[in-house]
Nanobody
Framework: QAQLVESGGGLVRPGGSLRLSCAAS????????MGWYRQAPGKERESVARIVSGGTTNYADSVKGRFTISRDNAKNEMYLQMNSLKPEDTAVYYC????????????WGQGIQVTVSS
């Protein structure tokens, strides 16, 4: 069964940086896209960044220029480098993966807290 595990969250001051990691395991099917989502208290879950197997990336407007998504296909790991963090980036961040399969399927991580506060 596909499993995604996030790490690297925590408390950081405004203007600081954090690097989230997501490790995928438990499935022999290939991943064709991975992404980060976040959900703040009282708000809907939103897409933050996404990367497909060819390397194409896209970002939410709110994080463009501050966040960078990357992926190590050999390790089945994905990262989110978050710079110039703002209090409004505070949320639970979730790792997501789309797998090739029969049929295709998706998996979610359990989520990790990121808090930006002075």
């Amino acid at each position: 069964q596909a499993q995604l595990v996030e790490s690297g969250g925590g408390l950081v001051r405004p203007g600081g940086s954090l690097r989230l990691s997501c490790a995928a395991s438990g499935s022999s099917f290939r991943i064709y896209a991975m992404g980060w989502y976040r959900q703040a208290p009282g708000k809907e879950r939103e897409s933050v960044a996404r990367i497909v197997s060819g390397g194409t990336t896209n970002y939410a407007d709110s994080v463009k220029g501050r966040f960078t998504i990357s992926r190590d296909n050999a390790k089945n790991e994905m990262y989110l480098q978050m710079n110039s963090l703002k209090p409004e980036d505070t949320a639970v961040y979730y790792c997501h993966a789309d797998y090739y399969g029969d049929p295709d399927f998706e998996a979610w991580g359990q989520g990790i807290q990121v808090t930006v506060s002075s």
